[in-house]
């Protein structure tokens, strides 16, 4: 068996790019000559990038992994410290079945963050991404660290430029660079800065921002389409901040003109829906009793200036208990949380609504946090994955 990565290189290669990543990563342990051939598949951008590809096609069809995180697991040391390691994000590996039941089936299991550095980090109050099975982690000073849990890999980037006052940061994909990148901006002396990483180049580089926010502004959850990174900006006139992933360009995008958020009786929210960003409007109209209104923003390219506008696609409701919108993790399926804090999901067509239980860890309530996919993709940059 151990001749057969020399003698078919080319067969397995094909077979390798099917299976799931923690399935290639096992079969490093059969010989030396399957770990050189395996590691030097992972050094091929071709071949992950094609994997890639193969996973997203099989995962879309049949399941969705969504991450929870655990918010009191405050702090992570390095288990040489002698700290305990905690059980920080939750993945629930969703199916896509079509069962009448009112509940949906699932698999869970604790996300093990791979080791980062041997000093503590205030893990509940990060920001957090993902883009193609790589988290961002980052504070609000800064530490912003990249890891995939599926290949065991994590590093911190190099020393930002903005080292406080961060409002915003963002992880994504520029397609035609075949590069990821790290966005971030926020306030330093009342002054707006941003600043950019290119894996690819390995360095930080400042950036023009024309948008304005002060000290009061809050990121709402943020999402990424299609190399544009967006953020829901919570000020005293709310605004939608877009980045071009591949120009590194910033625009501002106003809400549509029917949404004006009021403290009391409105929650905005963005998310993906059918690979286009949408806005959640959730109207309190009386006690628990809420409706959704599902926005869609056209293919303006995330400038404001392209005659970027909105189409209102549906309402969803008027439901009873239900607190808050979360994201569509299917096309035809809105996950929501209700007020005593459980996860349901409600199906746009056949409006039924089914419990999705997630089980507490280290005696928290998980919070919902972003659509998830695992991946060989290397957070070294190309050419550099981990032996």
Sequence with gaps: MATLCCELPEILEEIFSWLPPQSVMRFKCVSKSWNAFINSLLKNQEFVNKHLRNIDKKILSRT???????????????????????????????????NESDRINYDGQVLRLPTLFPTE???????????????????????????????????ILPEPYLTDGVVGVGFGYDLRANDY????????????RAEVYSMGADSWREIEIQCQFDYRSHVNKEVFCKGFFYWFI????????????????????????NVLRTWDDHFVKLAVWNESVALLNCHRE??????????????????????CFWIKKLVIGPLV?????????KNDELLMETANERSISYNLRSQMLR???????????????FLYMKSLVSVQGQGHSGS
């Excluded at 089980?359 to 919902?368: G, K, R, S, Y």
């Design 286 to 307: 009386t006690g628990l009793t809420n409706s959704i209104e599902v926005w869609v923003m056209d293919d303006c390219h995330g400038s404001v200036t392209s005659s």
């Design 181 to 192: 990148k790290v966005v971030r901006f926020g306030l330093d002396n009342l002054v707006v």
């Design 234 to 257: 919570e000020t005293d006139e709310d605004i939608i901040i877009s980045f071009d992933m591949f120009r590194d360009v910033f625009d501002s995008i106003p809400l549509p003109n």
């Design 64 to 98: 969705t992994c969504l991450v929870f995180f655990c918010p009191g697991s405050v702090k992570w040391q390095h288990p040489r410290r002698g700290a305990p390691r905690r059980d920080l994000l939750k993945v629930l590996t969703v199916s896509h079945d079509h």
């Design 121 to 155: 980090l205030p893990l509940s109050h990060l920001f957090r991404s993902h883009c193609n099975g790589i988290l961002c982690l980052a504070t609000f000073y800064e530490i912003v660290i990249l890891c995939n849990p599926s290949i065991n890999e994590c590093r």
């Design 321 to 329: 208990g239900i607190v808050t919108p979360l994201t569509f993790w």
């Design 355 to 369: 419990n999705l239980t997630v089980i507490e860890v280290a005696n928290t309530h998980p919070q919902w946090d």
